[in-house]
């Protein structure tokens, strides 16, 4: 069977390439953004790869099978040469989640992670759980976790962990991701208003939210935030599933900080001391995504306590506070994180650690909702623990980044330019300061050519 996947370069799809490789299918595909490391790392599984969205890449070629199936991706919208063609001439096609979920996760047990942050560690953690279990699971995940150096593989365990995501499905699908994944066990991590582009209000997302427990069977678990009020709403819809919550002090699954940096705390399972964790993540954040993935894989079947150790050897995903490098007695992190909460809750932790020494961020507007400026209000606030923000205020933002920066009381200022970003952080930097880059996109490569300059000054 010949598969043509739309999109394929992306995170998700390019897993879902990885997948039906694996399952022994023919497959090939089509992106505007064909280039290193994800063009390589499908090349090296065999994959052809067609730069573009050319109607030809779907056209019968010579020595080649015609295409049975067209696989969709989330970004392809009509308009697009490939999406036109496909449609005038009939050809069979299909969303990426259906077909993940169809092809790949029924029979499986499945353990689904959403949530508007965390979803990528918080996967990437329980499949590494899972597989300290001798579970050996399957898996999908937005990143490349740290344990694994894939982002995607079948497994040869009965558990599947799939990051679910809220995004919608398709042009043609415009539900979230996760109501194909027909989950058993569903951590629901939190839920704040995100994906501006997508919905209107936070209650779109909570419906959205409802649909996923919807799907989730009474033999099932969910493993819900303790902390969150949006979550309970969700619940208070209806509920046919058994629940256990987590939380820091509070829920089924408890955690007691036992550093203020996230870096070590106690675990309880309803009151029943299991044990410490000391690992290398930070961040009262990080807490709640170990104890969600504990839960989960206690869920599936793991001893809890047996697994604590475990967390010792967990290697984040790339660019979750990645320290990146270390030049001129200034260390340089890249770090995702693109919502007010996520940017507040990292910079806490980095605060915890590093004492009084300064944090600069170097942040990118790169998210829909944040080029839309639906955060703009709850960002300066989100950067109460940066000494120093240097805002990156391209000529096409629709909106007036000095918006954040005023609100600073003098410690913001915005560029227009990577480059006068770059120029203005090297004048900034100095020895004992921890530099962070924010953004969910590329930054022009920021994060690496700052901490060259700084080997070369």
């Not at 007691?256 to 009151?271: H, K, P, Q, T, Y």
């Not at 020895?431 to 920021?446: L, Q």
């Amino acid at each position: 069977m010949r598969l043509h996947i739309l999109g394929i370069c992306g995170t998700f799809m390019g897993g879902v390439a990885a997948l039906a490789r694996e399952i022994g299918l023919q497959v090939e595909g089509s992106d505007a953004n064909v280039y290193p490391p994800m063009s390589t790392q499908l090349e090296a599984l065999g994959i052809r790869l067609m730069d573009g969205y050319a109607a030809t890449h779907l056209q019968p070629a010579a020595g080649h099978e015609k295409i049975d199936l067209v696989v969709v991706g989330n970004a392809m919208t009509r308009g697009n040469p490939a999406v036109e063609y496909m449609l005038d001439q009939q050809l069979r096609y299909v969303s990426g989640p259906q077909w993940l979920g169809e092809t790949v996760l029924a029979g499986r047990e499945v353990l689904a992670v959403a949530g508007t942050h965390g979803k990528t560690t918080t996967s990437s953690l329980l499949a590494h759980l899972l597989e300290s279990a001798a579970m050996v699971p399957g898996f999908l995940i937005g990143g490349v976790p740290g344990n694994f150096g894939v982002s995607a593989r079948l497994g040869s365990g009965k558990s599947f962990v799939i990051e679910a995501d809220e995004y919608d499905t398709a042009f043609f699908d415009k539900r979230s991701k996760f109501v194909h994944y027909r989950p058993r066990i569903a951590i629901l991590n939190n839920l704040e208003y995100d994906h501006a582009d997508i919905f209107p209000d936070v209650a779109a997302i909570q419906r959205q939210f409802h649909h996923l427990v919807r799907t989730v069977p009474g033999n099932g678990r969910l493993i819900v935030n303790a902390h969150d009020e949006r979550l309970a709403e969700v619940l208070s819809m209806g509920c046919w599933t058994p629940v256990e919550t987590f939380g820091i002090g509070r829920g089924d699954w408890q955690a007691e900080l036992l550093a203020v940096d996230g870096s070590a705390f106690a675990v309880r399972r309803r009151g029943e001391y299991l044990g410490e964790v000391r690992w290398s993540l930070l961040g009262n954040h990080s807490v709640m995504n170990a104890l969600a993935a504990l839960a989960a894989a206690a869920a599936a079947g793991a001893d809890p306590q047996a697994l604590l150790p475990a967390f010792a050897g967990f290697e984040s995903v790339k660019r979750r506070m990645e320290l990146v490098a270390e030049a001129a007695g200034v260390r340089v992190y890249d770090d995702f994180a693109h919502h007010p909460t996520a940017i507040a809750t990292t910079l806490a932790g980095l605060r915890a650690k590093v004492g009084k020494a300064r944090i600069l961020v170097a942040l990118e507007p790169r998210s829909n909702s944040m080029r839309q400026g639906a955060h703009a209000d709850a960002l300066a606030p989100s950067l109460a623990d940066a000494d120093r923000v240097m805002f990156l205020q391209r000529p096409e933002l629709s909106w007036d980044a000095r918006r954040v920066t005023d609100a600073l009381d003098g410690r913001g200022c915005t560029e227009p330019s990577v480059d006068a970003l770059l120029a203005a952080l090297l004048a900034e930097a100095g020895p004992g300061d921890h530099v962070v880059f924010m953004s969910n996109g590329g930054f022009e490569g920021a994060p690496r050519r700052f901490a060259e300059a700084l080997h070369l000054r």
